[in-house]
Structures are given as structure tokens and as C-alpha cells.
């Protein structure tokens, strides 16, 4: 008898063996979780199904009816919504592996199992559910992701959309008995026994047998479910989003004094809003912060690149242990062939930061002619520009400049991450550069002479990097190239040989597409990016920065999968501010204010070093 490589029988079936071990064994433990999260949704979709609509088990799903959770009558149909409900919201939850929805899970599915066993004597769906939940015990393990970051807004988004949710769900429970309802209601009679059932009431409808019953528990269930889990948000304990402590932002500090030349982003690293996660030895780190599941970095590693590898998998760890989805916005072409190499993520080029090296930068010329004349004609009009460090202002102008930096920003909330301090004028901060317009020759206003700010953090022991660009919305057009020439001609005085200007992004995609010879494929894409950037700044960023004939250093993003960057590119965007999910809460809702959290691998390392 000759046997195969592969272990099977020749002249037997190739593969049959293969997949029928395949079938004992069942899904790989790392495929469990999926399959999981979308039985479980499968069920609950069912089991709504099953107690809201009467005909459903008159259908040809009769048999699958028959073996789900849940019951028919007036109170087990009450509960299958429930069960239902419920474990379409844990489904997402499973999926990502967490382990509060696995415990969740267990106890809801024997749950709905007790419930058809006492209600139908049948122990078909207790089968079912025993079907279901041993591949969730078998593979207990596989659920382990730690919570996300969570504040009692939350409490608030749930009462909204689960009430918006019970509502409608509603409406349809009680329009599916035409036959016995009495009368014919409107739809405002529809609408207020819905809200009354929500709340326990009995409403103006009313139906022949038990048919009232089953309404009045479905309602019932439906407000219930929305109460209890607005009630368990608003008062479960926090898990608020690490924070840089004040001996994290001094370890930082600390690496960015030997390395902080290798990456403009690399100060952008201290925003107190981020998380940090350092190498075992302590010489490079990675700042984070975790939006929508996304654990989103930032630039490259801070640090000596030897030390990056630590750092880059103590980031995977963390986002492992909580089952987020790993990703980097805006690092370099150094920081991406690491971060690639040592994680087996992808990259793509975001776009591109441009560089101005003030020992070639001259206003002569044809190309700077626009930039020329536009800071001439300015400059004619009384406007002078005063170019210094943040530790020689006096504290009443540094609290003028922050005041006409908040009253001047165009939007509601402040924006930035990757690019972005967060602050002005703080005591640890007095390296960073700032540039203000002044119009000496009017009347004072709420802020004195001060027409336009521009504020730069440090690159290096040579360098600055763009970070804020605020002007008064009355005072004449030009006042940004006014200050980016002002502070390049003040640079050699403050020993400064690099600016770091705006990121542009698809630079080369727009760059490209507007050449002679680019291709129709290349030229639909210019156009989708200028039609984008009428509510984005994508071609103006580009445009402006090219002014100043820059050098282009490319940007990327590191991503795990092309399914994740959907999902990246909308967590950026709340990251930078221009999704803002936020909702404004009561007051006895809203966060207290508590010291910075470190992160799971910082408070080991410092319990280790204390002992």
C-alpha cells in the first residue's frame, strides 16, 4: 500500500481526507472569533425575526424558527427580541475578540435556551444554542482583548440610537397584525402606543386574543433593553485613554534631545493626548492614540533607530492585548521600511512634507515673483513681522497670542495629530518659534496690534516644524506667506537651517496629473482630488507649499490589510478633527477630571524599576 506525501491513500479521492479532518477539527481557534461574532448576529437577526413578525413561523424558515432561541407566546416573544437585540450588538464585539462580549455571549445563549424549553417544551433550541456556545467555550482563549477606551458620552449615543432603534422596531410590531388589530389606526395612534409601551403604558390600540400581550411585552422589552444598558454606560466605570504622564513626557523629552533631528513630527510626540509605549530599553518609543479600535501612531518611532524594533512590537502588543487595529499616519520612508520589516504590515504613500532649507531659499527670481511681490505689497501696507522664541515673550502677550489663536481657529474644535502640538506658550515649550503680523498704524484691537500667527515646534537642534497657522479674518490677504518669508530670513539668526512647512497630501498624484502625457487613469484621479478639495485642503495645501519651492520628502501610512484603510482613514480623520463623534453630556454624566493613565506596558516597566 503506497501512501502519499499529504498522508492520504493513493487512489483515494485527493483532498477528501484533508477536508473531512478539516471538519472535525472545525475552524482555525484564530478563525473562531469571526465566526462567532457572525452566527451570533445571525441568530439574533432570527430570533427578532421570529418575535416580531406572526407569520414567520408559518414559512418555509419554520424549521429554523422551531430550533432558535426564544418563544411565541406573549412573553417568550419579549424575550427572543431581547436575546435578539442583544446579541446583534455583541456580534462587533466577538468579532474583535473582547472579552466582556464573550462573557455576555455565554450567558445570553443558554438564557434564550432555558426560555423555549420552559415556554415549548422543546429541547431543540437548547441543542442549538449548546451548538453555538461550545466552540465559544472550546475557544475561551481566543477572547481575550482588553476594553477599549470608553468616557459616559457613550451613555448618551446609546440612549439616542437605541431609542431611535426601539422606535422603529416598534412601529413594526405593532403594524404585523393587520387582522387583529381593532379598527384602523393612524399612524399618530401607531406612533403614541409605541411610546407608551416603551414605557410600560398601555396605549390607544388595542387587538383580539393575546395579540395585545405580545405587543405590550415586546414594547416593554424594547424599553427595557434601552434603559438598562443607558443605566449600565452611564455608570460603569471609566476606561479613559492613556494619557502622557509627566514622567512619560520626560523620558520623551529625553529621546528627543539625542534624536529628535531624525523626524520633523518627532515633537508633535509630546501632545498630552496621546499614549506611549516604550522599548524594553528605553531608548525609543511610539505615541498613539486609540480612535474608533484604531490604535493610530504617528510619524516615526522617537528615539535611536537601533531601539525602534522594541518600541514597534511593544505597539503590536498593546494593540494584540486589546484587539485594535494597528496602524502609523505620516511616517517616513525610514520609518516605514522598519515598520514593514519588523511587523509584516504594507505601506502607501500619503503624500508628501515639504522642506524648505533656509540656506537656499531667496525671494529672487521669476519663481518667487508671486511670493514677492504679495509680501511687497503687504509690507507697503504698514504691516511689520516680529520672529522669536517662545521664552522671550512676556506672559501678556503670550496669553493675547493664545486668545486670538482660539478666537481666530475656523472651526468648532481644534484640529491636528500628526501635525499638531495642541497648545501654545507652555513653560516646557520655550523652543518653539513663533511668528506674529502687527499692524502698528490702527487702533488697537481685543488682541492690540496682532494681525496673523504662525507657531513652529523644534526639529532637531537646527530645525523647526510648521505647526499652527492663525490670522484675523479682517486683516488683509497674504498674512501666511508674510510670516513663512519672515521667519526664513530670521532663521540664520536663531540657528535654524530647515523649516518643515505644510503635508500634502497625493502631492505626487496632483503633480503628476497635471503634466502633459499623463494618462486618463492619472487625470480622473488629479480630478477627484480637486473635486475633494473643495471641502478638503488638498489642493491648496499643495499649491501654497509649492510657493516656497520646497524639497519633497515623502509621507506614508502603514496599514495591516486594504480592508483596514476605510476604517484608518476615518479614525484620522476624527484623530485630526474633521469627524467630531463627540456628544455634549449632562453634567453629572461628564468626565471627571483624573491624572494621566499610563499605559499597560509604561505602569509594568515602572513597578519593575520600583521593585
Request: aromatic share 8%; charged share 25%; proline share 5%.
Amino acid at each position: 500500500m503506497s501512501v502519499r506525501i499529504d498522508g492520504e491513500l493513493s487512489g483515494g479521492v485527493p483532498g477528501r481526507s484533508h477536508r473531512a479532518l478539516r471538519i472535525v477539527r472545525g475552524p482555525r481557534p484564530e478563525a473562531v472569533p469571526a465566526f462567532i461574532g457572525k452566527a451570533c448576529a445571525l441568530v439574533g437577526v432570527l430570533d427578532i425575526a421570529a418575535g416580531v413578525f406572526p407569520r414567520f413561523r408559518h414559512s418555509r424558515m419554520h424549521a429554523m424558527a422551531e430550533v432558535l432561541p426564544g418563544s411565541f407566546g406573549p412573553f417568550a416573544a419579549a424575550l427572543s427580541l431581547s436575546v435578539g437585540v442583544l446579541l446583534l450588538v455583541l456580534a462587533h464585539g466577538l468579532k474583535r475578540r473582547k472579552r466582556r462580549a464573550w462573557r455576555s455571549a455565554v450567558v445570553l445563549l443558554p438564557a434564550g435556551a432555558a426560555a423555549q424549553f420552559v415556554y415549548r417544551h422543546s429541547i431543540t433550541g437548547a441543542l442549538i444554542s449548546a451548538a453555538l456556545l461550545l466552540p465559544l467555550l472550546r475557544h475561551r482563549d481566543e477572547f481575550a482583548a482588553l476594553p477599549d477606551p470608553r468616557s459616559r458620552w457613550r451613555a448618551l449615543a446609546n440612549f439616542v440610537l437605541m431609542g431611535a432603534g426601539s422606535l422603529a422596531l416598534g412601529l413594526v410590531i405593532v403594524s404585523v397584525h393587520p387582522h387583529r388589530m381593532v379598527g384602523d389606526p393612524s399612524l399618530a395612534d401607531r406612533l403614541t402606543h409605541v411610546v407608551y409601551g416603551l414605557f410600560g403604558f398601555e396605549g390607544p390600540l388595542d387587538y383580539q386574543g393575546n395579540t395585545s400581550w405580545t405587543v405590550a411585552f415586546s414594547l416593554g422589552a424594547l424599553g427595557w433593553l434601552t434603559a438598562v444598558t443607558t443605566v449600565y454606560l452611564a455608570f460603569r466605570p471609566e476606561h479613559p485613554a492613556a494619557r502622557l504622564t509627566p514622567e512619560d513626557e520626560s523620558q520623551l523629552r529625553a529621546l528627543l534631545d539625542k534624536h529628535g533631528g531624525r523626524d520633523s513630527l518627532g515633537h508633535f510626540a509630546l501632545r498630552r493626548d496621546k499614549g506611549v509605549v516604550f522599548s524594553p530599553s528605553g531608548k525609543a518609543a511610539v505615541t498613539y492614540r486609540v480612535v474608533s479600535g484604531v490604535m493610530l501612531a504617528s510619524g516615526d518611532p522617537i528615539g535611536d533607530v537601533e531601539a525602534w524594533p522594541g518600541a514597534i512590537e511593544r505597539f503590536m502588543d498593546e494593540a494584540k492585548a486589546h484587539s485594535w487595529t494597528p496602524a502609523v499616519m505620516g511616517c517616513s520612508e525610514t520609518g516605514g521600511e522598519v515598520w514593514t520589516r519588523e511587523t509584516g504590515l504594507d505601506a502607501l504613500e500619503l503624500g508628501d512634507e515639504a522642506v524648505v532649507d533656509v540656506a537656499d531659499f531667496s525671494l529672487a527670481g521669476r519663481a518667487m515673483r508671486n511670493v514677492r511681490q504679495m509680501v511687497k505689497r503687504i509690507e507697503r501696507a504698514g504691516y511689520e513681522t516680529r520672529v522669536r522664541r517662545i521664552r522671550d515673550l512676556g506672559e501678556a502677550e503670550l496669553d493675547r497670542i493664545r486668545r486670538a489663536a482660539e478666537d481666530w481657529r475656523g472651526t468648532d474644535t481644534e484640529r491636528g495629530f500628526s501635525m499638531a502640538l495642541g497648545r501654545i506658550g507652555d513653560a516646557s515649550d520655550g523652543d518653539c518659534l513663533i511668528a506674529t503680523a502687527h499692524k502698528t498704524d490702527e487702533v488697537p484691537g481685543p488682541y492690540g496690534d496682532l494681525k496673523a500667527i504662525l507657531h513652529f515646534v523644534p526639529w532637531g537642534a537646527d530645525g523647526v516644524s510648521l505647526d499652527l497657522m492663525r490670522r484675523d479674518r479682517a486683516a488683509d490677504p497674504g498674512m501666511n506667506e508674510l510670516l513663512i518669508v519672515a521667519a526664513l530670513q530670521a532663521a540664520p539668526k536663531l540657528g535654524i537651517a530647515r523649516i518643515s512647512l505644510n503635508f500634502a497630501m497625493f502631492r505626487a498624484a496632483l503633480a503628476r496629473g497635471e503634466k502633459i502625457g499623463a494618462g486618463p487613469v492619472l487625470r480622473a484621479w488629479r480630478g477627484l482630488l480637486v473635486f475633494l478639495s473643495r471641502w478638503f485642503q488638498i489642493e491648496s495645501l499643495y499649491k501654497f507649499n509649492a510657493k516656497f519651492q520646497p524639497r519633497w520628502e515623502p509621507r506614508f501610512v502603514v496599514y495591516r490589510a486594504s480592508g483596514d484603510l476605510p476604517r484608518i482613514g476615518f479614525a484620522a480623520m476624527q484623530a485630526e478633527g474633521f469627524v467630531n463623534l463627540a456628544l455634549p453630556l449632562p453634567r453629572f454624566l461628564r468626565r471627571r477630571t483624573t491624572a494621566p493613565r499610563a499605559c499597560a506596558h509604561s505602569r509594568a516597566e515602572r513597578d519593575i524599576r520600583a521593585a
